[in-house]
Structure formats: structure tokens, C-alpha cells
């Protein structure tokens, strides 16, 4: 179904239909995927339409919580590309709207907001509470078991750098 030609008729029963009906029925109604109606609605300025309705629980919800417009939330959406900032995928869980926005992630000490992330992503931070040390030695866990794989063996490498250098300044001491 990707890439087939969408036409005239089916635009407009996007924009008739969408987002009062969710993308799940429009995309059913069209034989089409989620995704596909999505990114029309995308395409389209739907999205705007939808979102940037001061009333519009969304905006209030990000004014509430995050002190933030709707006009901040599209900006950074358009720096971080439409994806997350982490994986760079664009959100795949839905709600009863559709796809979701991507989250706000924030640092929740400080209050400032870090950027745009997927439920996954923001998730795997949580669940490592923020601790990027914790973050990191995952990154080597995982690069240890593929040293054939580029980044495992550039980790590789930098570990046997890091332990050489270690060994000469041992031996610097001993001396
Ligand atoms: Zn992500």
C-alpha cells in the first residue's frame, strides 16, 4: 500500500474526516496503513489545525506541564526532523488520536526541558534513571559481544588504548 498515489477523493476524506475520526477508522475507510494517513494528515497541516487549537486538551496539557506552547513543540519537532532524539524514528504508539506525539522529555531536577522522544526511548532513560554512566555501560556491554561489528571494535580499540595508557602510568608510578 506505501506509495500508492493518493486520489483527490481520498485527500478530501482526510481532510473531512480527520482527526474527528481517528487515523485507524480513516485508515480503514482508505485500505490504508496508520502511517500513510499520518503523514498526510502531516502533509495536509492537519496536524496544526488539530493541535494548535488553544482549547484543544494537548496545548493545555503542554502549557501545564511543561510550560511550553504549542509553537515551542513544533519548532523543536522541526529541529529534531519530525523523530525522536534518540533513535530518530518517528513515534509507533498510538492513543485514542492516533499515532502519539512524541513525549517531552525534561530534566526533572531542573525542570528544563531536553528535547522530543519516543515512548521507547523515553522509557529506556527512565528505567536507567537519567544516569548516563548507566547509559554508557550499556552501550559497552552491548559493543563487547559484536568486536566484530564497527562500533564494537572502535569500543574495543578505545579500551585497549585506555588500558595501555593505564599500564604506562602504572608504571610511571612504580618507578
Ligand atoms: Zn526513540
Redesign the pocket.
Known amino acids: 500500500m506505501a506509495g500508492k498515489c493518493w486520489t483527490k477523493g481520498e485527500l478530501e476524506y482526510v481532510e473531512g474526516h480527520w482527526p474527528d475520526e481517528g487515523s485507524s477508522e480513516v485508515a480503514r475507510a482508505l485500505s490504508r496503513t496508520m502511517i500513510s494517513v499520518q503523514s498526510k494528515a502531516k502533509k495536509l497541516n492537519l496536524h496544526r489545525n488539530y493541535f494548535g487549537d488553544k482549547n484543544h486538551p494537548y496545548s493545555a496539557n503542554l502549557r501545564r506541564r511543561y510550560n511550553m506552547t504549542i509553537e515551542d513543540y513544533d519548532r523543536l519537532l522541526e529541529e529534531q526532523n519530525y523523530v525522536?532524539a534518540?533513535?530518530?524514528?518517528e513515534e509507533t504508539s498510538t492513543n485514542q488520536y492516533g499515532i502519539k506525539r512524541l513525549c517531552v522529555d525534561y530534566d526533572h531536577r531542573t525542570g528544563a526541558i531536553r528535547g522530543l522522544?519516543?515512548m521507547?526511548?523515553n522509557m529506556m532513560i527512565g528505567s536507567a534513571k537519567d544516569n548516563y554512566v548507566v547509559l554508557t555501560n550499556a552501550v559497552y556491554y552491548l559493543a563487547r559481544q559484536k568486536p566484530n561489528d564497527a562500533f564494537g571494535a572502535l569500543i574495543g580499540s578505545r579500551e585497549a588504548q585506555s588500558s595501555r595508557k593505564q599500564g604506562k602510568e602504572d608504571s610511571k608510578v612504580g618507578v
Open positions: 525522536c534518540i533513535c530518530g524514528q522522544l519516543c521507547q526511548c
